[in-house]
T-cell receptor
Framework: KQEVTQIPAALSVPEGENLVLNCSFT??????LQWFRQDPGKGLTSLLL?????REQTSGRLNASLDKSSGRSTLYIAASQPGDSATYLC???????????FGQGTTLQVKP | EAGVAQSPRYKIIEKRQSVAFWCNPI?????LYWYQQILGQGPKLLIQ????????DSQLPKDRFSAERLKGVDSTLKIQPAKLEDSAVYLC??????????????FGPGTRLTVL
C-alpha cells in the first residue's frame, strides 16, 4: 500500500531564506508526482508535476526533484517571501488510473 | 480558461440531515474526482468518474454517500444522513484523462462542511 509522508509538518523561516520541503513515498512504482499549494480555506493550486521519467521541474523560484529509486522528492523554494506562506502538499500517482495519494502537508510560514 | 467551480462554499447542517455539493469541471476534461480533506490531513479520493461512468469508488461510504455525473459534465455529491465525522472540506478536481500523461489534476475551491 502506497504511503506518502511529508516532513516537517510545519516550518517557520525568515524572509529571504532558501528552503527545502521533503516528501517520501513507500512504493517507487509511480507514474508521476505533483506538488500543490493550499492557502487557508482555499482549494489546491498545482505548482509542479514531474513525470516518472523526469528528474526535476522548475517554475520561477520553485524547483522540484524526483528520485524514484529512493522514494523521495524535494521542493526547493528560493528567496522565500511572506506570500509563500501556505500549506504545501505532495501527491503521487501510483497507477495509470488517476488516483492521487497525498501526504499530510507541510505548513510554511515566512516571516517578514 | 475558467477553473473548476464548486458550490456552495460553506455548509452547516445538523447530524442526520442530508446535503448536496455541486461541481463543474474545466471544459473538455473527461475525468472528474471528488476528494475528502479532513482538517490536518491530505485529501483522500472518494470517487472518480471517466466521462459519466464511475471508475473508482472504493473509498466512498456507499451507505450514506452517493455521486453522479450526468451527461459527463457536472457532478453532484450527496451525503444522507450526515454524521459528525463527515465534517471536512470536499474538493472536486478534473483532468484531461486518467493516464499519467493527461493526469495533471486541477482543483476547485472546495466546500467546507460542518456537521453539528
Amino acid at each position: 500500500k502506497q504511503e506518502v509522508t511529508q516532513i516537517p509538518a510545519a516550518l517557520s523561516v525568515p524572509e529571504g531564506e532558501n528552503l527545502v520541503l521533503n516528501c517520501s513515498f513507500t512504493d517507487s512504482a509511480i507514474y508521476n508526482l505533483q506538488w500543490f499549494r493550499q492557502d487557508p480555506g482555499k482549494g489546491l493550486t498545482s505548482l509542479l508535476l514531474i513525470q516518472s521519467s523526469q528528474r526535476e521541474q522548475t517554475s520561477g523560484r520553485l524547483n522540484a526533484s524526483l528520485d524514484k529509486s529512493s522514494g523521495r522528492s524535494t521542493l526547493y523554494i528560493a528567496a522565500s517571501q511572506p506570500g509563500d506562506s501556505a500549506t504545501y502538499l505532495c501527491a503521487v500517482l501510483p497507477g495509470n488510473t488517476g488516483k492521487l495519494i497525498f501526504g499530510q502537508g507541510t505548513t510554511l510560514q515566512v516571516k517578514p | 480558461e475558467a477553473g473548476v467551480a464548486q458550490s456552495p462554499r460553506y455548509k452547516i447542517i445538523e447530524k442526520r440531515q442530508s446535503v448536496a455539493f455541486w461541481c463543474n469541471p474545466i471544459s473538455g476534461h473527461a475525468t472528474l474526482y471528488w476528494y475528502q480533506q479532513i482538517l490536518g490531513q491530505g485529501p483522500k479520493l472518494l470517487i472518480q468518474f471517466q466521462n459519466n461512468g464511475v471508475v473508482d469508488d472504493s473509498q466512498l461510504p456507499k451507505d450514506r454517500f452517493s455521486a453522479e455525473r450526468l451527461k459527463g459534465v457536472d457532478s453532484t455529491l450527496k451525503i444522507q444522513p450526515a454524521k459528525l465525522e463527515d465534517s471536512a472540506v470536499y474538493l472536486c478536481a478534473s483532468s484531461l484523462g486518467r493516464e499519467s500523461s493527461y493526469n495533471e489534476q486541477f482543483f476547485g475551491p472546495g466546500t467546507r462542511l460542518t456537521v453539528l
